[in-house]
């Protein structure tokens, strides 16, 4: 994981268009960036929603919000942007982009607009009325006055209308009321990924009153939809909705993915876990609503409110897609049209040697590497960032995010990464305060020792033995093998796994192995 934060940065300055980036779990996806971070701030999360059934689940305004910034972000495409998101982030049908895009509204001062129509546009885009604005996707009208909370401000705007024209726009404090700023437009987002027209409205009132004269749903459940109904005819969108919002397309409906073009890439990392933790989703998924359905509170055309784990990779299909493993394992999703090995190798440390740091930059950058040092303060970053200047290297410092990979060049920045890599196929190297300074390991839980026992000497390795790699897992000990890398000849323990892919330890990163134990 260390070694996919460097090798998307590379790939996003060299591949064009944008990137979403599939994990298996989220904690993988905050993982990645966090090691992306070194690299770039701007990356997107795309988070997970609960697959709930439970009827007045109340769905968290965090979440909702980011998936809701992330369409709105996919709908500007901007060249370069990266999105990563857990495998469960994509198992929700929503809106086409066609559809979601026209729940963004512009207001301007001098614009023709009737305050009627405007309230009828924010109960669609999921605001509710209220008597005062105070929270974030809230409304009130008082005359000719309207407050609006847009959910993506930090303070709520004032729109006041001369007839039916917009006469001035101000944002103010909801505790205070007094005015803030002058504005001359705001745009006004969705505060739903599940935004209403009056098709999709006439589609799902249309099955819910089938539903409901059938009277065979339990009594609770049947006035809950009485409720739905009754919201949705009077043109009013809620996140809570969500589970009735697939009722309005037969074939139609869209995924996370189909907001991403020809030109741009799904990358999913670790194809066979992504797909295996995806059909743990739909499984639970389909349990859970079969003991729903037996009893009365959820309707049969809601079996299908996720897509399949086909339906879901045939909504890839139509972008650039790669997969990257750690081993190779055949999946029934994908046939490789081309494989590409990466080899990786973890970066020796100096522990505040800067003669030796100096000497290693010198062969790399002449070797046309790029490099980047990622430190933890912004009094390190300078403090290196000098010493290498001094030495005459080609340095750069910049700020958190702002770095990039540059052939021949050192990249000196603050950044979040847990430990360094060397990424030899694209000639990338990533060093931290781990590496530098010798930052002391974090105590290991007896847990994460669970199967292994520490290595203290090479006495205790014998070829062919099983060891435990703390990040790769088990493994087989070759044996030692003396690698040139840009010229430095070093020692590195080599691990076998499955065919021929290969893990190259420093030896001075020894305390990274311990013997299995069965």
């Known amino acids: 994981s260390r070694a996919v934060g460097a090798l998307i940065a590379t790939l996003r300055q060299s591949a064009g268009g944008r990137m979403l980036i599939v994990t298996p779990n989220d904690s993988e996806a905050r993982e990645l960036l966090d090691q992306y971070s070194g690299f770039s701030d701007d990356a997107v999360y795309i988070p997970a929603r609960e697959l709930a059934l439970f009827d007045s689940f109340a769905h968290s305004r965090s979440v909702i919000d980011q998936r809701v910034a992330a369409l709105c972000s996919l709908l500007d495409h901007q060249e370069g942007k990266v999105y990563v998101a857990p495998v469960e982030a994509l198992a929700t049908k929503i809106a086409p982009p066609e559809v979601f895009s026209k729940g963004l509204i512009h207001l301007e001062v001098g614009q023709t607009m009737e305050i009627s129509h405007l309230i009828q546009e924010l109960g669609r885009l999921g605001y509710m009325r209220e008597e005062m604005v105070d929270n974030p996707a809230a409304f009130s009208v008082r005359g000719g006055i309207l407050d609006v909370y847009p959910v993506d401000r930090s303070e709520p705007v004032r729109i006041e209308f001369f007839d039916d024209e917009i006469d001035s726009i101000r944002s103010f404090d909801p505790q205070t009321q007094r005015s803030i700023d002058k504005l001359n437009a705001v745009r006004l987002r969705p505060a739903t990924e599940f935004v209403l027209n ?36 009077r043109g009013y969108a809620s996140d809570d909705h969500d589970k009735y919002y697939p009722l309005a397309f037969e074939s139609g409906y869209a995924t996370i993915m189909d907001y991403f073009n020809r030109e741009d890439m799904i990358i999913l990392l670790d194809d066979a876990r992504v797909h295996d933790r995806y059909k743990m989703t739909v499984d639970a998924y389909l349990e859970n609503y079969k003991d729903y359905l037996e009893s009365g509170r959820t309707l049969p055309e809601l079996s299908d409110r996720i897509p399949g784990l086909a339906q879901l990779f045939d909504h890839m299909r139509h972008a650039r ?14 046939v490789a049209g081309e494989r590409v090995k990466f080899e990786t190798m973890e970066s020796a440390p100096y522990y505040g040697k800067m003669e030796l740091l100096i000497a290693d930059l010198e062969r790399w950058l002449e070797h046309v590497q790029s490099v980047m040092l990622a430190l933890s303060s912004e009094s390190r970053r300078d403090n290196v960032a000098k010493a290498l200047q001094d030495a005459g290297l080609p340095v750069g410092v910049y700020r958190t995010g702002d770095a990039a990979l540059h052939p021949g060049h050192a990249s000196v920045t603050i950044g979040n990464v847990s430990a360094g890599f060397q990424l030899m196929s694209a000639r990338v190297t990533l060093l931290t305060d781990k590496e530098i300074f010798g930052a002391p390991q974090r105590r290991r839980s007896t847990k994460s020792r669970s199967k292994g026992q520490m290595i203290k000497s090479f006495n205790e390795l014998t070829v062919g033995s099983l060891v435990v790699h703390e990040s790769h897992g088990i493994g087989r000990y070759i044996g030692v093998d003396q690698l040139t890398v840009d010229g430095l000849k070093r020692d590195y323990i080599k691990i076998g796994y499955s065919g021929e892919d290969f893990l ?9 192995l311990q013997n299995y134990v069965g």
């Not at 006439?202 to 065979?216: G, M, P, S």
């Not at 897609?321 to 994908?334: Q, V, W």
């Open 321 to 334: 897609i790669m997969t990257i493993d750690a081993l190779i394992k055949r999946t029934p999703d994908f």
């Open 504 to 512: 190259y330890v420093p030896v001075e990163n020894m305390d990274t």
């Open 198 to 233: 009056t098709e999709i409205a006439e589609a799902i009132l249309k099955k819910l009153d089938k539903r409901l004269k059938k009277k065979n749903l339990d009594e609770k459940y049947a006035a809950h939809l009485e409720e739905v109904r009754e919201a949705i005819s």
